[in-house]
Each structure stands twice: as structure tokens, then as C-alpha cells.
């Protein structure tokens, strides 16, 4: 069973397989003109299409809060091939 994805969605997913552990900040840079990229990857990630991971921070005064990292989730990466 598989889902229709958005434009972002289809771009965000892309993106991800080109450049793994990639951090939120990282995706809107490169897709700044795609809109809602948050909404979708807040939903890319309920869904298990995304792999969400907490890493620290670069810098010591921001180490206490965890920088999120996304990756295709590899059991999904076979259903997205056709789609994207």
C-alpha cells in the first residue's frame, strides 16, 4: 500500500537519500523554495518514511539541547523507489 506524497515530501525524501544524517536546519537550506518543510517532515517521521535521531549540538553552550538528524528509513527505501 502505498501513499501519494507532496511535492516537499517527494524533494525532502530525495534529499535525504543523496545526503543521510542530514540535520533540519541542513534540508531547509538546500529546499528553501519547497513550502512546509517542517510540517513534512514532522509527518515523513510519524509515518516511519524518516528515521529521526537526537545528536549533540557542535557547539559546548548548545550541548545540552539535542540537534535532530533525519535518514530515509532503510526498510522503506524500496516502497519509495517508484515514488520518488
Known amino acids: ?3 501519494s506524497f507532496t511535492d516537499t ?3 525532502i525524501i530525495k534529499f535525504l537519500l543523496d545526503n543521510p544524517y542530514s540535520d533540519k536546519k ?3 537550506e538546500n529546499l528553501k ?3 512546509e518543510i517542517g510540517d513534512s517532515l514532522e509527518k515523513l517521521a510519524e509515518e516511519l518514511y524518516l528515521i529521526e535521531l537526537a545528536s549533540p549540538m557542535e557547539s559546548s553552550l ?3 539541547v539535542p540537534k535532530s538528524i533525519y535518514l530515509v528509513n532503510p ?3 524500496s516502497e519509495l523507489e517508484g515514488v520518488i
Do not use: H, N, V, Y
Open 26 to 28: 541542513t534540508i531547509e
Open 62 to 64: 548548545e550541548s545540552r
Open 33 to 35: 523554495d519547497m513550502p
Open 1 to 3: 500500500m502505498s501513499r
Open 75 to 77: 526498510e522503506k527505501e
Open 9 to 11: 515530501e517527494k524533494a
